[in-house]
């Protein structure tokens, strides 16, 4: 079983669309979340941390659900320009190392 | 330099042969991360660096793959006798550690694609 899981996708939805994605994880000890973006053929970029009361940067939210082991984000009014793989990332608590889910590919149409 | 340079962009080599892929990271950044990208896949973790001791070689598939920041700068991921298996996109980053903060940004480079025939 891989450490960090996601369902890959891929999400076609059309503009103005809520889309959300959900992710969980398996060391219970892990300390720190963050959702990361990845275009096609580029570099993953981070999106925003996610935070244990929840947080909301504009369109997106990031939830933490410690108990149940699990991350989620939401995207509100799609825009074409948010089609790309959004990857959940997992940091432990005694390391350095991220470690990231498969990615969610999502595909905003007009 | 602006952001994490990586060299070559793209390497093609023959089965059996040593490769040698660099990164070039943010000035002034402690930490370099090495990451090996599968299609269709996320990045898997391959090695971590606190300026030139390498803290973490626990992703590292094999005794063929070799990773050094000997001045605690440049970083050169090598593989040696590659295989069809290594065909990846190999990813540097690296980020300015801040203990207690969840503000750990991780700044990737454009990475080597590696294609071994």
């Known amino acids: 079983r891989k450490e960090v899981e996601q369902d890959p996708g891929p999400f076609n939805v059309p503009e103005g669309a809520t889309v959300a994605f959900n992710c969980t994880y398996s060391n219970s000890a892990s300390q720190s979340f963050f959702w990361y973006r990845q275009d096609c053929r580029k570099e993953p970029k981070l999106l925003m941390s996610v935070y244990s009361s929840g947080n909301e940067d504009g369109r997106f939210t990031a939830q933490l659900n410690r108990a149940s082991q699990y991350i989620s984000l939401l995207i509100r009014d799609s825009k074409l320009s948010d089609s790309a793989t959004y990857l959940c990332?997992?940091?432990?608590?005694?390391?350095?190392?991220?470690?990231f889910g498969t990615g969610t590919r999502l595909q905003v149409f007009p | 330099g602006a952001g994490v340079s990586q060299s070559p962009r793209y390497k093609v080599a023959k089965r059996g042969q040593d490769v040698a892929l660099r990164c070039d990271p943010i000035?002034?950044?402690?930490?370099l991360f090495w990451y090996q990208q599968a299609l269709g896949q996320g990045p898997e973790f391959l090695t971590y660096f606190q300026n030139e001791a390498q803290l973490d070689k626990s992703g590292l598939p094999s005794d063929r793959f070799f990773a050094e920041r000997p001045e605690g700068s440049v970083s050169t991921l090598k593989i040696q006798r590659t295989q069809q298996e290594d065909s990846a996109v190999y990813l540097c980053?690296?980020?300015?550690?801040?203990?207690?903060?969840?503000?750990?940004?991780?700044?990737f480079g454009s990475g080597t694609q590696l294609s071994v025939l």
């Open positions: 990332v997992v940091k432990g608590r005694q390391t350095d190392k991220l470690i």
């Open positions: 000035s002034g950044h402690v930490s």
């Open positions: 980053a690296s980020s300015w550690p801040t203990q207690g903060s969840l503000n750990e940004k991780l700044f």
